[in-house]
């Protein structure tokens, strides 16, 4: 399997440990990252409020970058894939927007054709009958006894039409990818809700109450652990996890892991290995589970 | 037969809301309303619940079913009876329940009132009626089909921690003025839109879009909002510094620095917001986790600034 990769801003800033596991998983399951060096940030929605052509007309470059490369793009964040797939709808069902995009494009030496590649996050490319199949044969330490709570993060499932999942108000992906791991997995009510980090700087408390609520959920239904697609989910439950405590009054320490963490760990890979000495919140805890 | 498990409340006799289990055998072609309606007129006429048009244009009916709001008119019975053949019905999410499934509204009505639903043009009213382009209509057409259901509002993730919130479907109301051509108080609403409960304060969950059950989905036009906002230049807010700051950074790079966006979001001259990024500052800092102090651009960058060039930003 071979992908173009696109990182996405924070798993090469405050996440670089997402980027770190991300490459240790791929090497362990052999699959083939061609990092994409020249692709734009993809604006996390946020570029769009200032123009939304603009944004547009960044995530289709990236998009034809992919399609030069002649590879299907993956990305590791899910803001990214909901951005990256935003775009393409409003590109490929509207011809003369797509042509306006591509006249934006084309003094760089970019096409966007459309409909030559996928546009998948690594949890995605996982959960097909290939990737399943990869996990399976590569799993060297199953993840016995640990019971793992999945965090999807909102731009990987709605809107539903541009999700890849198939029932997003219930989706089971994430879920699957722990089993063959051998984790247990939690469901709980919040694992589809928003962890508050878009509004961060705007509505501090508000931000911090929505992660907190989640986390509490995610430990009353049972986890030792929480694990997310999205560095951003990430920063807001990790980062931020000291000051979620003291909003609530029923306190909660749990660990928060990447997706690709988790997947490494099964694969044989140390915590130290895949940079889960750098997150606030300690992951100590789940070396001590693992090793019982 | 399908079981329906239904969050009973009636204050009157008893404090505590409890849940109700009704069996019935869901007959084909039987919208959600069609069985609460056989369930109420058949083995329980005291269960409460809004209805009216049964064709989801009076937006009466909405429920939360199996966790999640909808208008019961428009849905298929049997579409919803999950693997354990069971429907759970609650009434909406962020508004206190009268009796079993109706909610109270006052809120979601309050917050309508706040945005001032109502044309406000500069001009006296001309002799006859004011005409819009097509073009123009196109810009407020998605919003002018909200129903006023509550079901935005029922899921709304920032009003489940944030009374203050203004919510989707009055944001999605406000857009139609906002950015209705015969309107002259543009400016005036961005300013009070910009205010905290306002859209900066929306999440991006796009709930909002998903429970909506007409074109309105109140995220898209909440963006649209931002948009206008930023375009009349209503950027003392951290929203609106976040936006430009964010937009700015990937124009000189390529990419997120996000060493930078937090200091210029909150404002280089507020103190007490700068000294509030501290803790969590400092704690990336020491665990190794600080974005690298000299952010480096990405590959043709120079193709990147072209297209900010090109498209005036």
């Given at each position: 399997m071979k992908f173009a990769l696109f990182t996405g801003c924070v798993a090469k800033g405050a996440t670089r440990e997402l980027m770190l596991s991300t490459m240790k998983s791929a090497e362990g399951l052999g699959i083939e990252f061609v990092e994409m060096k020249s692709a734009a940030c993809c604006g996390a929605g946020v570029v769009s409020e200032k123009n939304p052509l603009l944004a547009d007309a960044l995530n289709a470059r990236t998009l034809a970058i992919a399609e030069e490369q002649n590879l299907d793009l993956v990305t590791i964040c899910s803001t990214c894939q909901g951005i990256l797939k935003k775009t393409e709808c409003h590109v490929d069902t509207d011809a003369a927007y797509k042509e306006k995009v591509n006249n934006v494009l084309e003094e760089g030496g970019h096409h966007y054709a459309g409909g030559k590649i996928k546009v998948q996050h690594f949890a995605n490319v996982l959960g097909t009958e290939e990737g399943l199949k990869l996990l399976r044969e590569k799993v060297k330490r199953p993840l016995t006894g640990l019971k793992t709570a999945a965090f999807y993060g909102c731009y990987v499932l709605r809107p539903s039409e541009l999700s890849l999942y198939d029932n997003t108000d219930d989706p089971t992906g994430m879920e699957e990818i722990f089993e063959i791991l051998g984790a247990t997995p939690v469901y709980y009510d919040s694992r589809t809700k928003c962890c508050g980090f878009p509004i961060i700087m705007m509505n501090k408390d508000a931000s911090h109450d929505m992660a907190g609520n989640a986390l509490i959920d995610a430990v009353d239904s049972g986890a030792d652990c929480v694990v997310t697609g999205c560095p951003l989910c990430h920063l807001s439950l990790d980062a931020y996890q000291p000051e979620i405590h003291k909003m609530n009054k029923k306190g909660c320490s749990v660990p928060i892991l990447h997706l690709p963490q988790l997947v490494a760990l099964a694969l044989g890979y140390s915590s130290q290995e895949l940079g889960m000495d750098t997150h606030v919140v300690t992951t100590t805890g789940l070396d001590k589970i693992l090793a019982q | 037969m399908a079981t329906f498990r239904i969050k009973r409340y009636n204050p009157e006799k008893q404090a505590e809301s409890y849940y109700e289990e009704f069996e019935l055998?869901?007959?084909?072609?039987?919208t959600l309303l069609d069985c609460m309606n056989e369930i109420k007129w058949t083995l329980d006429g005291s269960f409460t619940y809004r209805m009216s048009c049964?064709?989801?244009?009076?937006?009466?009916?909405?429920v939360k079913a199996n966790g999640h709001s909808l208008l019961a008119c428009q849905r298929q019975g049997a579409h919803l009876v999950k693997d354990d053949d069971t429907i759970v019905l609650e009434p909406l999410g962020n508004m206190k329940p009268i009796k079993d499934l109706a909610v109270d509204f006052k809120p979601f009505w309050d917050k309508i009132d706040k945005i001032n639903p109502y044309l406000q043009p500069n001009e006296k009213a001309p002799k006859e009626e004011r005409k819009q382009s097509p073009e123009q209509f196109r810009l407020i057409d998605d919003s002018s089909t909200c129903i006023m259901c509550g079901a935005c509002y029922s899921d709304c993730n920032v009003l489940e921690v944030d009374d203050n919130f203004l919510g989707p479907a009055a944001l999605a109301k406000a857009q139609r003025f906002v950015q209705d051509s015969r309107d002259g108080k543009t400016l005036e609403r961005v300013r009070d839109l910009s205010k905290p409960g306002g859209i900066w304060d929306c999440t991006h969950c796009a709930e909002c879009v998903e429970r909506c059950p007409k074109p309105a989905q109140p995220f898209h036009r909440i963006k649209e909002i931002m948009t206008v906002a930023l375009d009349q230049g209503v950027t003392n807010n951290n929203g609106a510094r976040h936006a430009l700051s964010f937009t700015k950074s990937v124009k000189s790079s390529?990419?997120?620095n996000e060493n930078i966006i937090p200091v210029e979001s909150v404002g280089i001259f507020n103190i007490k917001g700068l000294f509030d990024l501290l803790p969590v500052g400092l704690r990336m800092f020491f665990k190794g986790?600080?974005?690298?102090?000299f952010h480096k651009s990405i590959d043709d960058v120079e193709d990147v600034k072209r297209i900010y060039m090109e498209l005036d930003e």
């Open positions: - | 055998d869901i007959k084909h072609g039987m049964r064709s989801a244009i009076c937006g009466s009916c909405a390529g990419s997120l986790k600080n974005p690298p102090i």
